[in-house]
Nanobody, 125 residues
Framework: QVQLVESGGGLVQAGGSLRLSCAAS????????MGWFRQAPGKEREFVAA????????YYADSVKGRFTISRDNAKNTVYLQMNSLKPEDTAVYYC??????????????????WGQGTQVTVSS
């Protein structure tokens, strides 16, 4: 089992920045590729970004490419999502997720075995 706890969400104005963190515990963190997903009210959960086990490979949804950066610190068992130039359409609950294996190229919720409880991000216009 891997336990994931997100933090860092909040209310920010359009154009602002937030940094989300996801702290992992349980099994060996460095064995898991990590992803961030988000879900807005009335919408399906969607892929945001993912990072390989080593942190050397990242992958982004087109909607956040160039604005968001995913990274991880395996010594701290933590994955981050730096969000810049935020837009109102980024408003959602953000979830981190873990899957066994090295590749970050998994875009679908069912491909991830472990999930955090989510953190709310609200971007005002």
């Amino acid at each position: 089992q891997v336990q994931l706890v997100e933090s860092g969400g909040g209310l920010v104005q359009a154009g602002g920045s937030l940094r989300l963190s996801c702290a992992a515990s349980g099994r060996t963190f460095s064995n898991y590729a990590m992803g961030w997903f988000r879900q807005a009210p009335g919408k399906e959960r969607e892929f945001v970004a993912a990072v390989s086990t080593s942190g050397g490979i990242t992958y982004y949804a087109d909607s956040v490419k160039g604005r968001f950066t995913i990274s991880r610190d395996n010594a701290k068992n933590t994955v981050y999502l730096q969000m810049n130039s935020l837009k109102p359409e980024d408003t959602a609950v953000y979830y981190c997720a873990a899957r066994s294996g090295g590749s970050p190229y998994y875009l679908h919720s069912h491909e991830y075995a472990y999930w955090g409880q989510g953190t709310q991000v609200t971007v005002s216009s």
